[in-house]
């Protein structure tokens, strides 16, 4: 049982993953999606929840706050990541999909 951070945790964990579920601080997405990728099987998936934040990530980047912007970060940085091949689910508040080739 691992207890903590998830940036300490995660570095920690040597098992392959084939599914990594991301649901946490909006802030670190993109930093959870580096940590865990290396672990994550080929064909296996990243599904990152709520990157649609109430249709917030529509605003114009000025007006956005803090964890907004790294949504919209977050999911700029999966569609330009050749790597993965991905898709944007509109349920609830967003899901992003993303199956490593």
């Known amino acids: 049982l691992h207890i903590g951070p998830a940036v300490n945790i995660l570095p920690t964990l040597k098992e392959p993953f084939d599914l990594v579920f991301i649901d946490a601080d909006k802030e670190n997405y993109s930093t959870y999606y580096d940590l865990v ?13 709520n990157v649609l934040w109430s249709g917030k990530i529509l605003n114009s980047p000025m007006k956005m706050d ?6 919209l970060e977050y999911s700029r940085k999966i569609n330009a990541d050749s790597r993965v091949e991905n898709v944007l689910l509109p349920l609830r508040d967003g899901l992003m999909i993303a199956r490593k080739k």
């Open 66 to 71: 803090k964890e907004t912007q790294s949504l």
């Open 37 to 49: 990728f290396p672990q994550v099987k080929q064909g296996g998936y990243i599904v990152a929840d």
